[in-house]
């Protein structure tokens, strides 16, 4: 089992920045690939950003250019820094991972955080 928790959330003005943080424990071997998603209120949960194990990166193309994903080598914390945030930015942030299990090929297991709250003020 994974164990993920989030932090770095809060208020911030339009315009600024935050960098999210999301530290995993637990069996975090056979990660194949690490997210982040956001909701906002009266909405699905929508994808943010991935990287995998070789450190490839993938975005919205809404989001390119001011959201950055990254991760420690030993895949123990998960980032996101976010610039230029806007108040349609405001939402809860979840961090994702996704690790292959069972025998043989197994089967892809997501675990999630229970997010954190990101407000922009405009």
């Known amino acids: 089992q994974v164990r993920l928790l989030e932090s770095g959330g809060g208020l911030v003005q339009a315009g600024g920045s935050l960098r999210l943080s999301c530290a995993a424990s637990?069996?975090?071997?056979?990660?194949?690939?690490m997210a982040w998603y956001r909701q906002l209120p009266g909405l699905e949960r929508g994808w943010v950003a991935n990287?995998?194990?070789?450190?490839?990166?993938t975005y919205p193309e809404s989001l390119k250019g001011r959201f950055t994903i990254s991760a420690d080598n030993d895949k123990s914390t998960l980032y996101l820094q976010m610039n230029s945030l806007q108040p349609e930015d405001s939402a809860v942030y979840y961090c994702?991972?996704?690790?292959?299990?069972?025998?043989?090929?197994?089967?892809?297991?997501?675990?999630w955080g229970q997010g954190t709250q990101v407000t922009v003020s405009s």
């Open positions: 994702k991972y996704t690790r292959r299990e069972g025998k043989g090929w197994g089967h892809l297991q997501d675990y």
């Open positions: 637990g069996r975090i071997n056979s990660i194949t690939s």
């Open positions: 990287i995998d194990t070789g450190g490839d990166t």
